[in-house]
C-alpha cells in the first residue's frame, strides 16, 4: 500500500509532475525542467516513497500500514517526503551565492516520535489474516450420549 501518490507528492511540493516523460537520467533530487522548474520524476518518487514507508514502519514498529490510512498518517508522510526531496544526502547545510539552507533532523525525529506515539494507542491486533485464539479440533461426539435437544437434526 502506498502512502501517497506521486500527484499528491508533486503538489504538496508545488513541483511539476509528467507522467509521459521517460525516467532515464539519475539524480538525488527532482530534475530540473527547461523553464528552471522543479520537475518530480517517478524514480525519484518511489525512492522517496520507500524511504519515508522505511523510517514510519521502523518508528511504529509496525509491519504494514492499515488498509483506511489515518489522516495524521498521511501527512507525517507527506512531511516526511519533502524532508527526503530537499535533503536527500541529510545535509547539515547547503547554499548557493544567494540562498543558505541550514537543515536540522529536529523536525524528522519529532514526526517519528508522534508516529510512535500514535502507533503505541493503536489496538494490537492481527495485521495478517489469522484465528483468533489457540482451540484443539473437536473430539468425537460420545457415543453413549444423545446429542442435546437443540443439536439434533445437526449431526
Known amino acids: 500500500m502506498s502512502l501517497f501518490t506521486i500527484d499528491q507528492l508533486a503538489h504538496y511540493l508545488q513541483v511539476t509532475h509528467d507522467p509521459g516523460k521517460e525516467d532515464n537520467t539519475v539524480e538525488t533530487g527532482g530534475d530540473v525542467d527547461e523553464a528552471g522548474s522543479a520537475e518530480l520524476t ?39 517526503a519533502a524532508i527526503a526531496y530537499e535533503n536527500p544526502a541529510a545535509a547539515a547545510a547547503a547554499g548557493t551565492d ?11 525525529e519529532a514526526i517519528l516520535a508522534r508516529a510512535a506515539r500514535w502507533a503505541a494507542k493503536v489496538p494490537t491486533a492481527p495485521q495478517v489474516a489469522a484465528p483468533v485464539g489457540d482451540f484443539p479440533c473437536p473430539g468425537p ?10 443439536l439434533r437434526g445437526w449431526c
Not at 47 to 66: C, H, K, Q, R, Y
Not at 98 to 108: C, F
Not at 141 to 150: C, G
Open 98 to 108: 544567494r540562498v543558505t539552507n541550514a537543515y536540522t533532523e529536529q523536525r524528522r
Open 42 to 80: 517517478t524514480g525519484t518518487y518511489t525512492v522517496i516513497e520507500a524511504v519515508v514507508t522505511g523510517w514510519l514502519l521502523d518508528a511504529t514498529g509496525l509491519t504494514t500500514f492499515p488498509d483506511r490510512l489515518p489522516p495524521q498518517v498521511f501527512s507525517w508522510a507527506l512531511e516526511l
Open 141 to 150: 461426539w460420545p457415543t453413549d450420549l444423545e446429542p442435546p435437544r437443540r
